[in-house]
Every structure is written in structure tokens, then in C-alpha cells.
């Protein structure tokens, strides 16, 4: 089992986040912010990566810094579970459809983060969540997790719908990275023979 826990203690957040790629999609997620635990489960059950995530930050001022945060653990932790990377398919795509929404993510664990994000909302908040936040977790679990990420809303007028279909691309393109590849499972999928430079 390729599994993981992060601690990660800062003055603003206090967060502990474990995953086990090899999982079935069972989630325990506690943030503080609805909307996130919403996103997080979607995460989880549709990669079918195991996710046990508690938070607890300073909601008082803002969900920037819980959102964040969750994303830099959440990334860590597909980074330490992953090893060496050796064996995995490496590469997952996905084009969702949310009702009136398409979104496409296309992801490769190559080690060097980065990421697009062509998505845009029509309002600056969904419930009590900043729209903008979304991107900011995208961009650290990409980073935390070594991960090159591009995540594009196609078409949509939900905003619930768009942004739900980005996390839902990204469980789905993940799922795939992840897998073990049966014809290559001992071999790290890159000519160099080292993922991450």
C-alpha cells in the first residue's frame, strides 16, 4: 500500500492530512469550510484515493490560509506516498460534465510542478468561499505534490458546476497517473530514468 500522513503546524493552520493511493475512495474530511470538505470528498472518491483529512485554521479571518494549506499537505503527502515513482502510468486525463458544465484536466506526475488555470467564475464567492481560493489550492497540491496541472472549464454557467467538475478532473486524471502500469511496474516511466528534474 503506497499510503502517507503529513503534519503540517504553521501560526495559522494546524493540519494533518493521509492518503493511500491504493485505497477505495473512504474519506474522513473535517476543514472548517463546508464547501472545501465538499470538494475534498469529491477528490477522494473519485480517485479512489483513501483521504483522512483534519484542519483547523483561522477561519476568523479568511479561508485563504486553511484552503491553501490543505492543498500543500494534501500534495505532500501524494508526493511521499508516491516514492520514487517507479512503475506508475504517470500520466491521467479527464474531461468531466457537470450539466450545462465541461471541464478538462490533464496531469503528469512528472516531478516538476506546474499549472494552468483557465477557469473563470461568474461570481467572487460560492456560499461563503472566495472563488478565487479555488486556484490557490490547485496551485499548491501541484507544487506540493510534483505535479505539472492544467485544469480548463471548457463551458459552464454554474459556478458550483464548474468548479465541482475541476476537482472531479483532477480525482479522475489522478486515479489514472497513479495506477501501476502491469507492463512496465519496475521501471520509473521516464528515459532519464528519475522523475523530478
Known amino acids: 500500500m503506497r499510503r502517507a500522513t ?18 477505495s475512495g473512504v474519506y474522513g474530511v473535517h476543514t472548517g469550510i ?5 470538494m475534498m470528498e469529491q477528490l477522494s472518491r473519485h480517485s479512489l484515493m ?23 499537505a494534501i500534495g505532500q503527502a501524494v508526493h511521499e506516498a508516491l516514492g520514487d515513482r517507479t512503475g506508475i502510468t504517470r500520466y491521467g486525463h ?7 458544465t465541461l471541464s478538462r484536466v490533464a496531469l503528469d506526475l512528472s516531478g516538476r510542478p506546474y499549472l494552468i488555470w483557465n477557469v473563470v467564475f461568474s461570481k467572487p464567492k460560492l456560499g461563503e468561499m472566495d472563488t478565487e481560493l479555488f486556484r490557490e489550492w490547485f496551485q499548491a497540491f501541484a507544487f506540493a ?13 454554474n459556478n458550483h458546476h464548474i468548479v465541482e467538475s475541476c476537482y472531479k478532473g483532477l480525482a479522475r486524471a489522478l486515479r489514472d497517473a497513479v495506477t501501476i ?3 512496465k511496474s519496475d521501471a520509473v ?8 528534474g
Do not use: C
Open 6 to 23: 503529513i503534519s503540517r503546524h504553521t501560526k495559522e493552520t494546524q493540519i494533518r492530512a493521509e492518503v493511500n493511493l491504493d485505497g
Open 34 to 38: 463546508g464547501f472545501l470538505d465538499h
Open 50 to 72: 483513501d483521504l483522512t483529512l483534519e484542519a483547523k485554521g483561522d477561519l476568523h479571518i479568511d479561508f485563504h490560509h486553511t484552503t491553501e494549506d490543505t492543498g500543500i
Open 94 to 100: 479527464a474531461y468531466i460534465p457537470m450539466d450545462e
Open 145 to 157: 505534490a510534483g505535479a505539472t496541472l492544467h485544469v480548463e472549464n471548457l463551458y459552464g454557467v
Open 181 to 183: 502500469d502491469p507492463r
Open 189 to 196: 516511466p521516464s528515459t532519464k530514468g528519475t522523475l523530478g
